[in-house]
């Protein structure tokens, strides 16, 4: 099983990006997908989480109202829509999968497999 994450890079204040996840080697059943980061001296943090099956959602308060997370099963691809970014939103963003049947959860514990993450600056 392989994640790789893209779209990260420079952005301004109150800008926006959007993060890709693209999974490879899936076997059957629903697993949950997190995105994570970790910024410079600060230990990772869980950002959002989605669960392939019933769709269930969380957000860490942080981030509540800036950051959409969506997926596109079929492509084995997951998005993190991050909106109105702020200079604390810099960091190194991860993508994580588990295998799970339902829901998710943002504690990273739990997920066994990860990507090599995307850098997210923002800075003006």
């Known amino acids: 099983l392989q994640l790789v994450e893209s779209g990260g890079g420079l952005v301004q204040p109150g800008g926006s990006l959007r993060l890709s996840c693209a999974a490879s080697?899936?076997?059957?059943?629903?697993?949950?997908i997190g995105w994570f980061r970790q910024a410079p001296g600060k230990e990772r943090e869980g950002v959002s989480c989605?669960?392939?099956?019933?769709?269930?959602?969380v957000y860490a308060d942080s981030v509540k109202g800036r950051f959409t997370i969506s997926r596109d099963n079929a492509r084995h691809t997951w998005y993190l829509q991050m909106t109105s970014l702020k200079p604390e939103d810099t960091a190194l963003y991860y993508c994580?999968?588990?295998?799970?049947?339902?829901?998710?959860?943002?504690?990273?514990?739990?997920?066994?497999?990860w990507g090599q993450g995307t850098q997210v600056t923002v800075s003006s």
């Open positions: 994580a999968s588990e295998t799970r049947p339902h829901d998710c959860t943002i504690r990273e514990t739990t997920y066994n497999n």
């Open positions: 080697g899936f076997n059957f059943g629903n697993y949950a």
């Open positions: 989605i669960n392939s099956g019933d769709g269930s959602i």
